[in-house]
């Protein structure tokens, strides 16, 4: 069996953990601290603020910006739930903008049809490893006074003309098991400003500055010493690991580029892509359905997932709810009947990434 991820740890991950359980200092402390310095470096931006978990960043981020009741949030239909809870969880509305099929992100021009005079902030997800458009974005946030909140819970590492995802406004990311580089749980929002840093800093804090001199109604938000020492080795590796997972896609994409049916994806211009996730559109011009192609792919012992299957407001749950505006976006709709993602993670051998390849080939044949 190939799995869609692995997790595994090295020794220095083991050493810094044993050193935290000794120090005595198990919650937030120095290697909380060390973290936060480390990923603002890889980032490129000035602060990193460590939270508990990815959807809690997302929360934090738009807690800080002081959203009032009927502001709106507008981000792509096409992510992982959390990024719809978190912003229902802050008291904001959510609107949606439909993606382009190139990079799976919004497409800015829907982006710019769904300002309205309720928006506040502009969400876009950098999904699978690649960023947005985030050369069209920015200028349509500053032409409409609109705060940026990118959730970069998939991206960690890739740029934008050379920019770091994630600092533009406010970034945000996941630390969770399976993301590219993981604490278990954890989070982190970075930004290059001052004063929301600071003010995010209080925030998981309990709206505490010093001792009992609380500034704000605030929330523990805090990560652990134990989860911030997992997470500092993977810091130094992480260039070495991305560029393993490029290797990877460059050679699944050379193995499958004559396969009929398929739309593979590509690392755009301008933009890198750190290749959390390969993820293949099976068209309709392919000879079986998505459905079909992942039950073979699983009997050969690939596996792949669908991420996601649904447009992500398309739930009982959000269906009446009045601060979803299910706004139409027929390219997701699309997309998330074709597509899946096969194994690109880091700790793939090459004979591994040939296997993969042979499974989607007979997959997608008649
Ligand atoms: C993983 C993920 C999150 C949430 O992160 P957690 O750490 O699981 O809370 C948010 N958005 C996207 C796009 C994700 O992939």
Known sequence: MIPISVVKL????????????????????????????????????????????GTTALVAALQALDLEPGDEVVTSPFTFVATLNAILEAGATARFADIREEDFCVDPQALAAAVGPRTKVLMPVHLYGQPADMDAIVPLAQQHDLAIVEDTAQSLGATISGRGAGSFGLGTFSLYATKNLTTGEGGMITTNDDALADKLRVLRNQ??????????????????????????????????????????????????????????????????????????????????????????????????????????????????????????????????????????????????????????????AA
């Not at 000794?22 to 937030?28: F, P």
């Not at 039950?295 to 596996?303: C, H, K, T, Y």
């Open 10 to 53: 090295d020794e220095a991950a083991e050493r810094l953990a044993v050193e935290v359980i000794r120090s005595g200092v198990l919650a937030q402390g120095p290697m909380v601290a060390r973290l936060e310095r480390e990923f603002a470096d890889l980032v490129g931006v000035e602060h990193a603020v460590a939270v508990n978990n």
């Open 207 to 364: 709206g505490m500055r010093a001792r009992y001199q609380y500034e704000m109604a605030g929330h523990n938000y805090r990560l652990t010493d134990l989860q911030a020492a997992l997470g500092i080795p993977q810091l130094a590796a992480y260039g070495d690991n991305v560029k393993r997972r490029k290797d990877n896609a460059a050679r699944l994409s050379a193995g499958l580029a004559d396969v009929p049916g398929l739309r593979l994806p590509t690392e755009l211009p301008g933009r890198s892509h750190v290749w959390h996730q390969y993820t293949l559109l099976v068209t309709d011009e392919a000879p079986v359905d998505r459905d079909e192609v992942i039950s073979r792919l699983s009997a050969a012992g690939v596996g792949c997932g669908i991420y996601y299957p649904k447009t992500v407001y398309d739930y009982e749950c959000y269906r009446d709810h009045p601060r979803v505006i299910a706004d139409p976006a027929p390219v997701t709709e699309r997309v998330v009947r074709q597509c899946v993602s096969i194994p690109v993670h880091h700790h793939l051998t090459d004979s591994q990434v040939d296997q993969v390849i042979e499974a989607v080939r007979k997959a997608v």
